[in-house]
């Protein structure tokens, strides 16, 4: 229980910085979980991670979006 509302902060405080990054730079960013935590990240980052095989060959920037939690745009 403690976990879930943890993760639940941790996911509120991600969401709000997606929208404020959005409302600065007018970039995408979305919200995903890495390493068991929310994290932002712009789609330009996704696109890097993805050159860097950080995530499984194969592994385009619309699975990313897709699997997001939250996506400010």
């Known amino acids: 229980m403690i976990k879930k ?3 639940g902060l941790r996911y ?3 969401v ?3 929208d404020k990054l959005h409302k600065a730079t ?3 960013f979305l919200v995903v979980v890495l390493g ?3 994290a932002v990240l712009s789609k330009r980052k996704v696109r890097n991670l993805i050159a860097t095989r950080y ?3 194969g592994t385009t920037v619309r699975d990313i979006e897709d699997r997001a939690l ?3 745009q």
């Open 5 to 7: 509302l943890i993760f």
């Open 12 to 14: 509120k405080m991600a």
């Open 16 to 18: 709000r910085k997606a």
């Open 26 to 28: 007018k970039r995408k």
């Open 36 to 38: 068991g935590k929310p």
């Open 55 to 57: 995530f499984r060959k």
């Open 70 to 72: 939250y996506i400010a």
